[in-house]
């Protein structure tokens, strides 16, 4: 069935480090891959999307690549800030475009 | 747009008690989703709306498990018996249908259950 790995948290980083969270997918077909974040006490926000193969989402300075022979779809960031810390999860889409999700990895960035 | 809401934000009861959350989607949004999310996981799938008709539930849905969408407006998520093990955040979502490749599904904020 379909699934998403991501990688473990917690994430550690200081003020402007570059950031990289890695997500790995198994599907049947070709699903849409998402970055879902959620903020400290808040619901979860979407951050960027991508629906087809090669193709970048982007979003507040953050960017993913859907990877097609690598079934990957790795979350990056040039210059984080202490903003950013939040749970990150991954997800594609499946039958009725219910979403399938990672555990999370939670990204810490101090100053 | 005031979002997807839900209610109540909190719900604390005793093992063997039936609750009922209520999820209110972005007006126009045809399409709700319920989904649950345990401390240190991603939220797994739990039901779909398209409008009134419930179209797929998971096999974590159990029997003890009930969901509505009455004219396919707010929907209600219903447990009963509830048991420990039922303690988790419970997700609404909504979208709309655009026929494109996928729909952006915009989360409310979540009901949180314990069950003592």
């Known amino acids: 069935g379909n699934s998403v790995t991501q990688m473990e948290g917690p994430v550690t980083l200081s003020e402007e480090a570059f950031l990289t969270i890695n997500c790995t997918y198994t599907?049947?077909?070709?699903?849409?891959l998402f970055w879902y974040v959620q903020y400290p006490g808040e619901g979860l926000q979407l951050l960027l999307k991508?629906?087809?193969?090669?193709d970048k989402g982007s979003n507040k300075g953050f960017e993913a690549t859907y990877r097609k022979e690598t079934t990957s779809f790795h979350l990056e960031k040039g210059s984080v800030q202490v903003s950013d810390s939040a749970v990150y999860f991954c997800?594609?889409?499946?039958?009725?475009?219910?979403?399938?999700f990672g555990a999370g990895t939670r990204l810490a960035v101090h100053p | 747009d005031t979002g997807v809401s839900q209610n109540p934000r909190h719900k604390i009861t005793k093992r063997g008690q039936n609750v009922t959350f209520r999820c209110d989607p972005i007006?126009?949004?045809?399409?709700l989703y319920w989904y649950r999310q345990t401390l240190g996981q991603g939220p797994e799938f739990l039901t779909y709306?398209?409008?009134?008709?419930?179209?797929?539930k998971s096999r974590l849905l159990s029997d003890r498990f009930s969901a509505e969408r009455p004219k396919g407006s707010f929907s209600t998520l219903e447990i009963q018996r509830t048991e420990q093990g039922d303690s988790a955040m419970y997700l609404c979502?909504?979208?709309?249908?655009?026929?494109?490749?996928?729909?952006?599904?915009?989360f409310g904020p979540g009901t949180r259950l314990t069950v003592l």
């Open positions: 599907a049947t077909g070709y699903p849409s």
């Open positions: 709306f398209q409008n009134e008709a419930q179209l797929e």
């Open positions: 991508a629906t087809k193969a090669d």
């Open positions: 997800a594609l889409s499946g039958g009725y475009n219910k979403l399938i």
């Open positions: 007006s126009e949004h045809n399409r």
């Open positions: 979502a909504s979208s709309l249908a655009s026929g494109g490749p996928t729909d952006t599904q915009y």
